[in-house]
């Protein structure tokens, strides 16, 4: 059994680096180090006193420690490290591009006052789940002990129980909407016919580059990944779908 230590070093780095800024964040909170209301995403200080840095820290604010600051670690720590291993295993500045897209999805979003939030780390971390839930769409789901369901339905039943307990719909909800216009863009768009408008940009590719970010990617762009990789009769297992169209 590995030790905790052991356990940290081995996550992919986009999500060890959300989830330690996040803990941290909480953390730093906790010691009286910062008030949230100079990370929040307040549009008003934005524009007229440029504090542009608010545009990027309040997704790393999740909340107090708490069961649902847990729960929502934990969510990284599942979901979004088994999407870097999995499908975007080798393809590092493909998943920050994701996370990148989602979070300027979900400003755009909170511009509008009815889905005005904040702080969008929770909304962050659903689009994470919502990607997931596509990804492993037949994956069976042990919700708290109670029900078993496939990871399709999971985004949708985790926003019915957080209302249930008295959370806010819109958090959840935005995630959705962000992670399913990833998915729709990245994957059923191009599936259909249509082309894909949203390929990692040269920048991101070389910000990975520069500072060697994760593993290399596969040295053919031509390389099969996923299912496409596992011939017939070869009894490779299913990581993920094999449709992505960035390489």
């Known amino acids: 059994m590995s030790t905790p230590a052991e356990f940290y070093q081995s996550l992919p780095p986009i999500s060890k680096a959300y989830g330690t800024i996040c803990v941290v964040a909480t953390a730093a909170f906790h010691l009286g180090l910062y008030d949230p209301r100079t990370i929040a995403l307040l549009y008003g200080p934005v524009f007229s006193q440029f504090q542009v840095w608010r545009l990027i820290t309040n997704f790393f604010f999740l909340g107090k420690f708490s069961v649902n600051f847990g729960i929502r670690l934990l969510m990284i720590a599942r979901y979004g490290v088994q999407l870097e291993k999995g499908p975007f295993e080798?393809?590092?500045?493909?998943?920050?591009?994701?996370?990148?897209?989602?979070?300027?999805?979900?400003?755009?979003?909170?511009?509008?006052?009815?889905?005005?939030?904040?702080?969008?780390?929770?909304?962050?971390?659903?689009?994470?789940?919502?990607?997931?839930?596509?990804?492993?769409?037949?994956?069976?789901?042990?919700?708290?002990?109670l029900v078993q369901l496939k990871a399709f339905y999971f985004p949708w039943a985790m926003l019915a129980l957080d209302v249930i307990f008295g959370?806010?719909?819109?958090?959840?909800?935005?995630?959705?909407?962000?992670?399913?216009?990833?998915?729709?863009?990245?994957?059923?768009?191009?599936?259909?016919?249509?082309?894909?408008?949203l390929k990692t940009p040269r920048w991101v590719h070389?910000?990975?580059?520069?500072?060697?970010?994760?593993?290399?990617?596969?040295?053919?762009?031509?390389?099969?990944?996923g299912a496409a990789a596992a011939a017939p009769g070869t009894g490779a297992a299913f990581r993920g779908r094999s449709y992505r169209l960035n390489d």
């Not at 990148?100 to 689009?127: E, R």
């Not at 994760?214 to 762009?221: E, L, N, Q």
């Open 167 to 197: 959370s806010p719909i819109w958090p959840d909800l935005l995630g959705i909407i962000a992670g399913h216009l990833y998915h729709f863009l990245t994957v059923l768009h191009p599936l259909a016919g249509g082309k894909n408008i």
């Open 90 to 145: 080798r393809r590092t500045a493909d998943f920050l591009w994701m996370m990148i897209f989602g979070a300027l999805t979900l400003l755009v979003l909170s511009a509008i006052p009815m889905f005005w939030s904040p702080f969008l780390g929770i909304s962050l971390v659903f689009m994470l789940v919502y990607v997931w839930s596509r990804e492993y769409p037949n994956a069976v789901i042990n919700l708290y002990g």
């Open 206 to 225: 070389k910000i990975v580059a520069r500072y060697r970010i994760g593993a290399p990617p596969p040295t053919s762009r031509s390389q099969p990944t």
